[in-house]
Structures are given as C-alpha cells and as structure tokens.
C-alpha cells in the first residue's frame, strides 16, 4: 500500500497551489480520501475528505471556499486546489485513506477513521 502526497512548496499569501495524493496497492475506488495538515507544534487537523465516490466532500471552515477537493478513479489520484492561500495553511500536508461507511462531513475529519496515510508533503506561505 503507497499513497504519495506531492506537490508542495513555498508560495506567497493569496496565491495557488495543488497537491497531488496518488495511491497504489489497495482498492482505491472503494475508499475516501482525505487530506490533513499539521503546523509546527499542533495537532494534525482534517483540511478535506471526498468520499469513493466524489459525491460527498467535507471542508473545515479554515479552507471552505478556498480549497476544492477532486478524485480520478481511473488514475488512483486525489488532488487538494488551494487558492487564496494564507499563513495559516503552511505545514505538512498528509493524504490519507480509508473506507468510511459515513459520510465525510460526519466522519471524515477523526483521524481514527484512515488506515493508510502518506508521508506528506511540506506546504509554506510566505512572502
């Protein structure tokens, strides 16, 4: 099982960026994906979930707006769009996966419910 989050950097505050989260090994098509973040000296925190799917996403209120999910099944690859970007969003940014019977908006931001996580990728907006 690999899931290999990339796409990191630095970027300036309101700028873009998108992460890419792309799984091998197991039956991506039957999990929910989910991307977390983790800023120097805090807790891992939910930033999204889409659901097997797609049809169910979840977005903190720290991204909502901002941040859109998407998924290509036929490419085992989630990608994080990350626009109007802000200092808060720098840290690392972990995919993660797991077969949620709940929706994602219920579930998907406990860190309880992946079995398999990446090894993250380094995300800093700065000027």
């Known amino acids: 099982v690999q899931l290999q989050a990339f796409g990191g950097g630095l970027v300036q505050p309101g700028g873009a960026l998108r992460l890419s989260c792309a799984a091998s090994?197991?039956?991506?098509?039957?999990?929910?994906i989910a991307w977390f973040r983790q800023a120097p000296g805090k807790e891992r925190e939910a930033v999204s979930c889409?659901?097997?799917?797609?049809?169910?996403?979840y977005y903190s209120d720290s991204v909502k707006d901002r941040f859109t999910i998407t998924r290509d099944n036929a490419n085992n690859t989630v990608y994080l769009q990350m626009d109007m970007m802000k200092a808060e969003d720098t840290g690392v940014h972990y995919c993660?996966?797991?077969?949620?019977?709940?929706?994602?908006?219920?579930?998907?931001?406990?860190?309880?419910?992946?079995?398999?996580w990446g090894q993250g990728t380094e995300l800093t907006v700065s000027s």
């Open positions: 993660a996966a797991g077969p949620l019977i709940l929706p994602c908006a219920s579930v998907g931001s406990a860190v309880s419910e992946y079995h398999f």
């Open positions: 889409i659901s097997s799917s797609g049809e169910d996403i």
């Open positions: 090994g197991f039956a991506f098509n039957n999990y929910a």
